[in-house]
């Protein structure tokens, strides 16, 4: 069987199993607490839960050279790390960078890169502190993210929702895909072209969010990678749920709408790379993150009983509406 007959998240499923079969009584296996399958790994330190996340930006995949400024890449390719972070509630500590560039590439690129990386890794206190450079054919940054859950005992997990519980986003959905639309010359419609290219280049990691909804008693959530569908659909499989959305709900930026009009439901959907936010959880808690928190936390649905996985979404009469995208995933053609 081809990879891109499995898709990317059966080939993970494939060696999260083939892992696990290695599983036998030494400490490091006793102290994990999440391996492969969470936003991040986590295992109990000696004070702390630890945490850790890789993740890589790969030229002709993630980006295309030209199309962005080495800043921008240097801070992206650490942003969706952080997310992941966020999506624990936990507080980012230390990274280690992977660097892979081609031999005629400007030094003063490289640097450029790095102080992207460092322009965000200053916001949140995390230090840079080592990791690889080679030589390739193309571009591919890759970070490795350890931090940490402070004093707090708890995280923030996918297999956590519970039949009764709301569904809730932070910010807004949508806009980081029309500024890829943009960058990439596929659309010339709307306004404030700057917010959405924004929001696809420089995408801002929710940590302070994320260890609020930790404090106010919320158990579930994952970060809006691959798009609001696909990444309910993986805390609905995880926690063994189905999921009912309402589309009014739905947080669209002013700026997606402006661009796709009828299809900007779709896009706030399926675009992926928001990196917001996604939880579940009861009204008070949630009510109580929103009232702290700096950014905007809608409502959007409510988890339910059913098959595993399934994610309806309704209209204004809760008429189910027909979609045609899921969201991004790797490997598979689109």
Same mark, same amino acid.
């Given at each position: 069987?081809?990879?891109?007959?499995?898709?990317?998240?059966?080939?993970?499923? %494939? /060696?999260?199993?083939?892992? $696990?079969?290695?599983?036998? +009584?030494?400490?490091?296996?006793?102290? !994990?607490?999440?391996?492969?399958? $969470?936003?991040?790994?986590?295992?109990?330190?000696?004070?702390?839960?630890?945490?850790?996340?890789?993740?890589?930006?790969?030229?002709?995949?993630?980006? %295309?050279?030209?199309?962005?400024?080495?800043?921008?890449?240097?801070?992206?390719? !650490?942003?969706? *790390?952080?997310? @992941? /972070?966020?999506?624990?509630?936990?507080?980012?500590?230390?990274?280690?960078?992977?660097?892979?560039?081609?031999?005629?590439?400007?030094? @003063?690129?490289?640097?450029?890169?790095?102080?992207?990386?460092?322009? !965000?890794?200053?916001?949140? #206190?995390?230090?840079?502190?080592?990791?690889?450079?080679?030589?390739?054919?193309?571009?591919?940054? +890759?970070?490795?993210?350890?931090?940490?859950?402070?004093?707090?005992?708890?995280?923030?997990? %996918? *297999?956590?929702?519970?039949?009764? @519980?709301?569904?809730?986003? +932070? #910010?807004?959905?949508?806009?980081?895909?029309?500024?890829?639309?943009?960058?990439?010359?596929?659309?010339?419609?709307?306004? *404030?072209?700057?917010?959405?290219?924004?929001?696809?280049?420089?995408?801002?990691?929710?940590?302070?969010?994320?260890?609020?909804?930790?404090?106010?008693?919320?158990?579930?959530?994952? $970060?809006?990678?691959?798009?609001?569908?696909?990444?309910? %659909?993986?805390?609905?499989?995880?926690?063994?749920?189905?999921?009912?959305?309402?589309?009014?709900? /739905?947080?669209?930026?002013?700026?997606?709408?402006?661009?796709?009009?009828?299809?900007?439901?779709?896009?706030?959907?399926?675009?992926?790379? $928001?990196?917001?936010?996604?939880?579940?959880?009861?009204?008070?808690?949630?009510?109580?993150?929103?009232?702290?928190?700096?950014?905007?936390?809608?409502?959007?649905?409510? /988890?339910?009983?059913?098959?595993?996985?399934?994610?309806?979404?309704?209209?204004?009469? #809760?008429?189910?509406?027909?979609?045609?995208?899921?969201?991004?995933?790797?490997?598979?053609?689109?």
């Amino acid at each position: 069987m081809k990879v891109s007959a499995l898709g990317e998240f059966g080939l993970v499923e %494939r /060696i999260g199993k083939l892992i $696990d079969k290695s599983r036998d +009584t030494s400490e490091s296996w006793q102290k !994990l607490i999440l391996g492969v399958g $969470d936003d991040t790994a986590a295992w109990q330190g000696d004070d702390s839960i630890q945490l850790a996340k890789v993740d890589a930006l790969v030229e002709g995949i993630h980006f %295309r050279h030209g199309m962005m400024s080495w800043e921008d890449l240097g801070w992206k390719a !650490l942003a969706i *790390n952080l997310s @992941d /972070i966020a999506a624990m509630g936990g507080i980012p500590k230390y990274a280690l960078v992977s660097l892979a560039v081609p031999p005629d590439i400007e030094v @003063d690129d490289v640097l450029a890169l790095y102080k992207g990386m460092l322009k !965000l890794a200053q916001r949140f #206190g995390l230090a840079i502190i080592g990791g690889d450079t080679d030589s390739a054919p193309r571009i591919s940054v +890759t970070v490795t993210v350890l931090g940490s859950m402070g004093k707090s005992k708890d995280l923030l997990t %996918r *297999n956590t929702a519970k039949p009764g @519980d709301l569904i809730a986003v +932070t #910010g807004y959905l949508g806009s980081a895909a029309t500024g890829y639309e943009i960058i990439h010359g596929k659309t010339k419609n709307g306004k *404030n072209h700057t917010a959405a290219k924004k929001a696809f280049l420089r995408p801002e990691p929710r940590l302070t969010e994320g260890q609020l909804l930790l404090k106010y008693g919320i158990k579930t959530a994952i $970060d809006v990678s691959d798009g609001l569908l696909s990444d309910l %659909r993986h805390i609905c499989k995880a926690s063994r749920v189905s999921a009912r959305l309402e589309a009014v709900k /739905i947080p669209i930026a002013p700026e997606v709408a402006a661009a796709f009009g009828k299809k900007a439901l779709l896009t706030a959907l399926s675009g992926g790379e $928001d990196y917001e936010l996604l939880f579940t959880g009861k009204a008070e808690a949630i009510e109580k993150a929103a009232r702290k928190a700096a950014c905007s936390i809608t409502v959007i649905g409510e /988890i339910i009983a059913g098959k595993d996985g399934v994610i309806s979404v309704v209209d204004e009469a #809760g008429k189910p509406l027909k979609l045609s995208e899921k969201g991004w995933e790797h490997f598979v053609s689109k």
